[in-house]
């Protein structure tokens, strides 16, 4: 048997991958059963298409999760949790496409592949012409795997899998958004638990404000699955707009803006305000850029559509912004009619996206925040090139490797964003659409602009273009980094422990 020399790891330690793959695997598999359950109880055709393959993934899965009981005394490296991480959305999105091909909702598998990882990011980029005429299951099962996506599936298998220690310690961090990992609690496994519990108090809440405001209990569940994980998956072709009700659009309006920010922040409002203040700082950011940003789209309005008046202006405004921003991807309306000037406010928008910690997608409003100071800093070296600069925003310090780090994310972001645009253009679609595609897809938003806007769906994209933007969404998904680390030459070298 042939052995690593002494000092040298194994390429990959599958006894601490296969458990984690494995347990998002089983959450999908119940999910599934879900689905199935309400396949039957509708009538609606769809139970073979939701109970095949849950049969055959629980007790895979399970067994699975079980070859885990030895975890906590195994250590976990940076590159298996990077390869755990990226194998079970890999993995969650395969199977979530078996049910579309088994229903007939699609017969190309790229489109099933694609509507699941549309749904697993939270993207909400779909390929559906028609969403009423889709059975109810089906419809359950999009805005589960938005809802199951929303703060990460990992993250709950963190929360409730046997793994301890440094084991969840990689596959959290490898999953999480933003410039730091923070801890809430000393064991990572109890900050995921907290996470979770903020999500779903979130989901519960906004569930009783959309019915209250006049949507009937299915929508409201399905509505809600995807607004907290500002995913946009909707019950209706048209999106919220298909309701006509200030009162849903309210309710959505609020319920984004919550998800948008970091889930971490709820908590320590109300347990541990000492630590609060960091935080406060890049969510006070968050609300006036929305505020800012509904206030110029709204003049925009006024000034390039004059029948409309302030009250439709501000309405229309308020609700596109905030679901941009946030990267749900919900509409009210066509926003690829506006002005020039707004068209192009909404690009910035989605790539600024949310808090970190959050649900939403884009680079996270704290990264702009870090990338503004750091250019300030260099502008004022110019002029004092013996100071010594601390990169701090609000009276916290960060250290000199986010700095970096937040510059190559920048940097990586960006060549990504132009990579995608000329293989998209390469396919066959035209600039605006290839540019917008890409945008859409690697801020995990749904709708862009072109042959992809706020009305159409994604139809008009070739077989070789829905897997570059699947690929895309799930780098956007897990911050660029977790994704092409897995491309470079020395993650596929067996390593120095």
Known sequence: ??????????????????????????????????????????????????????????????????????????????????????????AAALVGAVPFLLEGTFTRPVDAFFESMSGFTTTGATLLEEIERVPDAVLLWRSMTQWLGGVGIVVLVVAIAPAAGLASQRVFYAETSGVTADRLTPRIADTAKIIWGVYLTLTTAGFLAYWLAGMTPWDALNHIFTTVATGGFSTRTASIAAFDSLAIELVAIVFMAAAGVNFAFYWLALRRRDRLWPQLAEVRAYLLILLGAILVVTLSLLASQEDVGLGGSLRASAFTVVSLMTTTGYTTADFDLWHDFARLGMLVLMFVGACAGSTAGGMKVIRVMLLGKTAAQEVQRQLRPKAVQVLRVRGRVYSEEVRRGVLGFFYLYVAVFVAGTLVMAAIGLDEVTAAASVVATLNVIGPGLGDVGASENYAAVPQGGLWVLSALMLIGRLEVFTILVLLTPAFWRPSVV
């Open 1 to 90: 048997m042939n052995r690593l020399p002494a000092g040298v790891a194994p390429q990959f330690n599958w006894q601490l991958i296969v458990p984690v793959v494995s347990g998002t695997l089983l959450v999908v598999g119940l999910g599934l059963a879900a689905c199935c359950a309400v396949a039957i109880a509708s009538d609606d055709g769809a139970v073979v298409a939701f109970g095949v393959p849950a049969v055959a993934v629980l007790p895979t899965a399970a067994l699975g999760v079980m070859s885990g009981r030895r975890l906590r005394a195994m250590p976990l490296r940076a590159r298996d949790g990077f390869f755990a991480v990226a194998a079970a959305w890999v």
